[in-house]
């Protein structure tokens, strides 16, 4: 059974009594096509190591495997880690029947998957924290939230994670993905993209920095004079050029960094 054929994967479910679950947002990517051009924008390289963020029946899987790399399928569905031992016995793949956000990342390696949504923020912050891990992360989700990743703040309802994102990544262009592509059919069209790790971080104490960052973003529309506290804030903002009245959303990451090393360091 080839995931990547329609005919054949809704057969075996039938046959099976198998059923995607909406609660897991589970729309399997099923176009040969576009799984060549995720491999394509995922960079695969001949025996190197690829783990994938949620496998699903396999379509994806099967497409890594065909570019003679070794991947680590980290699937928490048993249904499909059974499947996969059955359709997939290849030599390559290593099998994980576990949560990934519960998962050791140990690199170099390169990280691909078509992410589940209503986890998708918890799976960004975990690349974050890990992604002196990854060589490279290619992801496919929800195209309005791919939107707001790659634009770079200050944008008008731009989070904690927007920021976090923008201080260990750079982005790739991607491309949009119809509905027509996965099975069943989502409502929203979706989007692959390359996280691209940076390899000179801010020269900055990262913790304290996003501690000092965190807060600020429960209540952006509030002036930074009065969510911080510090009687410097005012006259640094002037300093760099914003109203004393300026609020989160108003701020670059890039100025954020000179607000924190003004206020705290110098």
């Known amino acids: ?18 059923f995607p679950k909406r609660s897991l947002s589970q729309n399997f990517l099923i176009d040969k096509n576009v799984l060549e051009k995720i491999a394509k924008e995922a960079e695969i390289v ?15 899987t099967k497409t890594l495997l065909e570019k003679n790399c070794k991947v680590i399928a980290v699937e928490t569905d048993r249904r499909f880690t059974a499947l996969l031992r059955e359709i997939l016995p290849e ?5 994980v029947e576990g949560d990934f956000l519960e998962y050791p990342l140990i690199g170099p ?3 691909v998957g078509n992410i589940p949504y209503h986890i998708s923020s918890a799976i960004l912050e975990k690349l974050c924290n890990s992604s002196k891990e990854c060589s490279r992360v290619t992801l496919v989700m929800q195209k309005d939230l ?10 008008r309802n731009a989070t904690f994670l927007s920021y976090y994102l923008h201080f260990h990544f750079t982005f790739t262009k991607g491309f949009a993905i119809s509905p027509n592509c996965f099975w069943p059919a989502p409502k929203v069209f ?5 996280l691209v790790p940076k390899q000179v971080l801010p020269s900055v104490d990262k913790e304290a920095f996003f501690a000092f ?13 009065s969510l911080l506290k510090n009687s410097s804030v ?11 009245k300026a609020r989160p959303e108003e701020l670059s990451l890039e100025q954020f960094l000179k607000l924190f090393l003004s206020l705290f360091i110098n």
């Open 146 to 155: 791919a939107d707001r990743i790659i634009q770079k703040p200050p944008f």
């Open 213 to 225: 960052l965190a807060p600020l973003f429960q209540k952006r529309r509030k002036m930074l004079s």
């Open 109 to 111: 390696i390169k990280i």
């Open 91 to 95: 030599e390559n793949l290593t099998i």
């Open 234 to 244: 005012e006259k640094v903002l002037i300093e760099m050029g914003f109203s004393p």
């Open 46 to 60: 001949e025996g190197e190591t690829v783990l994938e963020i949620g496998s699903g029946p396999g379509g994806l």
């Open 190 to 194: 979706s989007y692959a993209l390359s």
């Open 1 to 18: 059974m080839d995931p990547r054929k329609i005919s054949e994967l809704a057969s075996f479910f039938k046959e099976r009594a198998l």
